[in-house]
């Protein structure tokens, strides 16, 4: 069994009927890439991140954003030793390499930017002092859609540092059972397959997945579509050819192939896409974006590989 097939199968002992969900998760990872989870509360957001941890082998920890939550909970300090003079950094809850930051949209947006401005430098400044993210660092955050009292909703430039937005919805009625009758059992169960070096090493061969020329030019008019559609007031930014062809490569590889073929970049196109465009009319809800960005991939001619 492929590593990446020994993941899927420890993580699904603990996260119930979400197989696409978790495959979508490790193909963020393997990519590179930060999750937005917009959900219910509890639907399994924090499981799916422990599990993913603890499967990985990766140092996790959790922050429950509130109003009070200042930019130095996230990135961190500087104290000064009273006998040495010598000053010493507190490291923040971003000092991981999966960092779950629950309810983001109810925190201040000083305190959204500091979280945000890790996940784009992939670095961590402390009073001037620049430190190196770890890796990988990947943010899994949650929001809930429903009710606004309290929240601060993350800038639309800001929206699309996360490569994919997702959504766990409610289990089905075998899955509930499931975790009703798992209810007293921990991660702990859960066995470690891989580590941090394995999974470097994952992103790297994801890396050399080949695309072929037409495959970008694909990507590229699937995405400069969003800009000159009707329908849509605010089109999608390059970042959004990026994460399709770095999704699309992940994909492949989870497939066991060495290329990308179409199928690869509509595995994640829908999840990378509608929360990176903004409708000219509507309520701007998921599954009003959904049907534009339908309609753009039918009328997008497949390359022919």
Known sequence: MELHEQILTEVKKAVFGKD???EKILIAILARGHILLEDVPGVGKTTIAKAFAKTLGLKSKRMQFTVDVLPSDVVGFSVIDP???EVHLHPGAVFCNIFLADEINRTSSRTQAALLEVMEENSITVDGTTYPAYEPFIVIATQNPFG??????LPESQLERFLMCLSCGYPD???EIQILKSKNKDHAELKQVADTAKIITMQKHCDEIFIHDDLYAYIV???QQTRTHPSISQGASPRASIALASSA???AYLCNRTYIIPDDIHATYYDIMQHRIYLSEGSNTRA?????LKEILEQTSEPSI
């Not at 009003?288 to 534009?292: S, T, V």
């Open 20 to 22: 696409e969900l978790l």
């Open 83 to 85: 006998d040495t003079r």
């Open 148 to 153: 606004s009292a309290g929240t601060q909703p």
């Open 173 to 175: 009625a075998k899955a």
């Open 221 to 223: 008019s699937l995405v």
């Open 249 to 251: 490569r992940a994909h």
């Open 288 to 292: 009003e974006k959904i049907a534009i």
